[in-house]
């Protein structure tokens, strides 16, 4: 999904991988010292987008933020791969490096720590985050482009962002 925060230095937006669609949100993991998880710590607050180009279709969300426990990240950190794990505890993402090589040379550092039958456990730095949407719309193109916009306002206070009572639907004008 394309992911949008805004940080000190204004929007960003990235690809994440969305891992989970629950009834509380959409969950999605990365190094807890990225440029990501920084603007989060800044404004715990996201907006998010999956597109389906050729079927003319999108939905786009956004509300707060809030972080995974360490267990539910150290759940899912154990299913991945093992060059992912890796990957995770060499890489300083979005953190300036010399070159290709000084990050190849982490990966090896990393290898010989964590021999290949040895488990890999969650770094410090890395961990889980889910978006609590509070507005979500559907979209579906129209070759006139008078496309369909659906938009569902979450019926919440701020002490129950995981727990809507309810949504409102209004459509939206192309």
């Not at 987008?49 to 759940?75: D, I």
């Not at 890796?86 to 040379?105: D, N």
Request: charged share 25%; hydrophobic share 40%; net charge negative.
């Amino acid at each position: 999904m394309s992911f949008a925060t805004c940080g000190p230095d204004g929007p960003q937006v990235r690809i994440v991988l969305a891992k989970d669609l629950l009834g509380s949100g959409i969950t999605f993991f990365t190094n807890l010292e990225s440029a990501k998880a920084r603007d989060l710590d800044e404004s715990p607050r996201a907006a998010a987008v999956f597109a389906w180009l050729p079927l003319h279709r999108q939905v786009r969300f956004r509300g707060p933020v809030v972080e995974l426990s360490r267990a539910e990240s150290g759940a899912y950190f154990a299913t991945r791969p093992r060059g992912s794990q890796i990957g995770a505890w060499a890489s300083p993402q979005s953190h300036p490096i010399a070159t290709r090589e000084e990050l190849l040379a982490q990966v090896a550092e990393i290898e010989r720590r964590f021999p290949e039958e040895s488990e890999i456990p969650l770094p410090d730095h890395w961990g889980g985050y889910r978006i609590l949407p509070i507005a979500m719309e559907f979209w579906q193109g129209q070759p006139s482009r008078l496309h369909d916009r659906l938009r569902f306002d979450a019926c919440v206070d701020d002490a129950q962002l995981d727990d809507p009572s309810g949504w409102t639907l209004t459509r939206l004008a192309p």
